[in-house]
C-alpha cells in the first residue's frame, strides 16, 4: 500500500497552535461563568464595590439605610454559601 | 462578617457585607442594607396616565413618571433592560431628586400625580415610601407600576401611600414565571390581594407572548381568578409583545391572538378588557358593559373622547362606571 509521508510544516504547527488556544479560552470562559453563576444563585450578587463606594462619594448614590432587613441569622448564611472573600 | 437578610420580596436574599441583592441596589455596606439610588433616578419623564396603564383612574392626566436602576425580576423580555438590570453604579445617568425635589418638579410640571414605574418600584420601596407621603401631603396621587413580587407586610405598608397601581401578571402559570422571569406566581397574586384589601385601585396587565403564555384555557383562568379575587369591574389589559433583550426569537403577538384573549376574558366575566400596543384597536376605548356606549375613546395613550358624567357614569344609562375619575 502506498502512503503519502507528510512533513509537518510551520503552518502546521501554527493552526494546531490556534485550535490550543481556543480551546483554552472556551474552557476558561465556561469556568469563569460556572464560578459566577454559583456565587450569584445564592441570592446575592457581587458589585463593583469600589465603584460603588466612588459614586456614594461623589453623592451620585447613597448611603441611606433601607428598611425590611435583619442579620443574617447562622442557619441563612450557611444557606447562602458563605460570604465575600 | 456581618450578613443581613432582606425581608422586601420573596426571594429573601442573604447578602454578605459588599455584596448587593439580587435586585443590584440594595447593598449591605458595613452589615447594614443600604438603599443605594435612594432619590437618584435614572429615568424622568411626564407620561399620561394611559401609558401606565391606567385607564380608569384620571384618564389624560399627565403623570411626573420615575424609576431608579434595578429590579428583583429577570424577565427575558424585559423592554427596559438597559435600567432594571443593572446596578445603581452602573448607570451613565443619575438624576438627584429626593422626595421634595421630586414633589416639586412635578408640580411645576403641572402634574397631579407621581408614577413609580419602568424599572420595578418595589426595589426602591424607601424612595417610593417617603415620595409618596410627600406628595400625598402636597395633595397629590401616587401611581405604583409594578411586577407585584414582593412580600405582603411591606407592601400593606406602602399601600398607605399608594392611590393605584398597575401590576403585571406575566402568566398565570408558575412554570413560567421561574423559566422567564425568574419569580413566583403565588406572591404576585398574594400582592394583589393585598393592595384590593387595602383599597388601592388596581389594573392588571398581561403581555401575551406567542406560544408562550397565550394559551386561551390559561388566559381564562386568570380572568376568573381576577374576576373573583379582584371583582369584575378590574380593568384588565392584553399587551402586545414586542421582541426584547433575550427574547428576539418570538415574533410580535398576532392581532387575533389578542382579540381572543379579550374575548375569552369578557366571556369569563370581566367588564373592562383592554388591546395595549396596538394604535388605532377598539379594545383601546372604554365601553359601557350596559349598553355598549362608548365612554372613553382612546387612540394609542391618547384619548379622542370622554362621554362620562362628571360623576362616572354612563351617559346614556347611567350605569356606575368602576374607577377614580376626577
Known sequence: MIQKIRHPRPRDLKFLGLVAVTGLTIVLYLDTGLRLAGETGSGWRKLDLDALKQKIESGELREREAEWYHPATGEETRGAGGTIP | MSAVTCELCPRACVIPEGGAGDCRIRVNLGGKLRATTYG????????????????????????????????????????????????????EQVYRADPPDLV?????EGCKALAYTYSDPIVFYEYVYDSGELAHREGMYNVFVTAGYINRKPLRRLCKVLDAS????????????????GGTLQPVLDGLVTMREEGVWIEVTNLLIPTLNDDLAMIRKMARWVRDELGEGTPMHFSRFHPEYRMRNLPPTPGRTLDRARKEAMDAGLQFVY????????????????????????????????????????????????????
Open chain 2, 40 to 91: 437618584r433616578p435614572s429615568a424622568i419623564h411626564i407620561d399620561p396616565m394611559e401609558k401606565k396603564p391606567l385607564y380608569h383612574f384620571h384618564p389624560g392626566a399627565p403623570v411626573f413618571s420615575i424609576a431608579t436602576a434595578g429590579c428583583n425580576l429577570h424577565c427575558l423580555n424585559c423592554q427596559n433592560w438597559q435600567l432594571s438590570q443593572r446596578g445603581g453604579e452602573e448607570m
Open chain 2, 104 to 108: 416639586k418638579a412635578a408640580k411645576e
Open chain 2, 166 to 181: 398597575n401590576v403585571d401578571i406575566k402568566a398565570f402559570d408558575d412554570g413560567f414565571y421561574r423559566r422567564v422571569n
Open chain 2, 275 to 326: 388591546v395595549g400596543n396596538v394604535m388605532g384597536h377598539e379594545g383601546g376605548s372604554t365601553y359601557c358593559p350596559r349598553d355598549g356606549t362608548l365612554l372613553i375613546g382612546r387612540a394609542g395613550f391618547w384619548i379622542t373622547e370622554n362621554n362620562l358624567t362628571a360623576d362616572g357614569r354612563c351617559p346614556t344609562c347611567n350605569e356606575k362606571i368602576p374607577g377614580v375619575w376626577t
